[in-house]
């Protein structure tokens, strides 16, 4: 009898040691999920109908990998060492500088290789603090003018096109596209920073999206982010979220289900029929069978005369360009011809590009042209211009 109570008691035991077990596995954050700080706060900032856009939340709410902590006050998040507490923080906040026990934790943090987003007003933060912004951000949005740095400018309500500049694992995952928001321009961006995307919107100084310098530690820098609606877009989300995690050294996410892959094989596609069809040969030799091989035959270039618009195909385009060439300026036109692509925009089976085109030292134009994608392949369908 003793010998059987001495079994059940073991079992019993087992039992309870294993139900803890399993207790504590259940409650414990997952080994692999990603520790991540949220710092808002610090000076009032009004943004689009709100101070903190609320949305911004639901992108750290809807990602079941993410464990994350929410500060409203740098000081108190960084009174003590967080080394070992997080993998990334996000400075989403509004201030001008810390006691120095703060600034040693979070420089501490950062030359122990945690990651960094900085995103939109925390530009604005600790700018008299250059190891931060120069060092770590690779630019600043500067409040006041000072003797050495002029006040920064920003505009609200402006189209912000994304346009990818450089191949990363986030562009990878995330393509391009535009939103609504609110742009910054007279940015002190230093020259050791890596641009990702940039927009050709007037009111911005071009990158949007860029890679802080630091060397130890990987810094996401996202410019937008003032309107609470730019936080249920669903493609700046997926930009947020890849960002913390390349940040955070783990593989980004395609969450568009967009083939960034395919989309940069038609962008090289897009590129070679108007080098070869519209550099080579319209701007080159005038070769007819060159230039049909990108321009479809249905194509019609705008041109805008006293008030109208009239219509000119491809046949009496060439026509008029051999007369330019051998009559009008063949000095001009015997020069070599080069160019830039300034925005190569694919949505589905339609696409848009802007191409800079110089001759010698002269800027020519600035051209315009739609293509749709055929059985054929792509063809340029559309243009406008602007001769300068």
């Not at 190891?131 to 002029?150: C, F, L, M, N, S």
């Amino acid at each position: 009898m003793k010998e059987e109570n001495t079994m059940k008691t073991k079992r019993t035991l087992l039992f309870l040691v294993g139900f803890m077990l399993l207790f504590r596995i259940s409650i414990l954050p997952a080994t692999d999920s990603l520790r991540i700080l949220l710092i808002t706060g610090g000076i009032p900032v009004r943004y689009h109908k709100t101070l903190v856009p609320t949305s911004l939340y639901s992108v750290f709410q809807q990602q079941e990998d993410f464990q994350w902590d929410h500060a409203s006050l740098d000081e108190a998040a960084f009174e003590n060492d967080i080394r070992d507490d997080y993998d990334v923080i996000v400075f989403f906040n509004r201030s001008d500088s810390m006691s120095p026990s703060a600034i040693k934790h979070v420089r501490d943090f950062i030359e122990s290789g945690k990651g960094v987003v900085i995103l939109h007003s925390a530009l604005s933060s600790y700018t008299d603090w250059d190891w931060w912004w120069r060092g770590v951000v690779g630019g600043k949005y500067q409040i006041a003018d000072t003797p050495e740095t002029p006040k920064s400018g920003a505009s609200q309500g402006e189209t912000i096109s994304f346009r990818i500049v450089a191949d990363h694992p986030i562009t990878e995952a995330v393509g391009s596209f535009s939103l609504e928001d609110e742009t910054y321009n007279g940015l002190s961006i230093q020259p050791g920073v890596r641009i990702l995307y940039r927009t050709d919107n007037p009111t911005s100084d071009g990158p949007v999206v860029w890679i802080g310098p630091h060397k130890t530690s990987r810094v996401v820098v996202i410019q937008p982010g003032h309107f609470k609606e730019t936080y249920l877009n669903p493609h700046f989300r997926s930009l947020l979220v890849n960002a913390i995690l390349w940040a955070g050294k783990r593989k980004t996410r395609n969450t568009q289900g967009k083939d960034y892959k395919m989309q940069k094989t038609d962008i090289d596609a897009i590129k070679g029929i108007v080098e070869k069809a519209y550099i080579q040969g319209i701007h080159g030799n005038q070769d007819e069978k060159v230039v049909k091989t990108g321009f479809h035959r249905d194509f019609d270039m705008l041109v805008k005369e006293k008030g109208r618009i009239r219509k000119v195909d491809v046949d009496e385009w060439l026509a008029f360009i051999e007369n330019t060439a051998k009559v009008q300026q063949p000095d001009l036109w015997k020069s070599k011809a080069s160019y830039d692509f300034q925005v190569v925009d694919v949505t589905e089976d339609c696409a848009f590009v802007k191409i800079d085109v110089h001759k010698g030292t002269k800027h020519f134009s600035t051209d315009f042209m739609l293509l749709y994608r055929f059985d054929e392949g792509w063809k340029i369908v559309s243009k406008i211009f602007i001769l300068w």
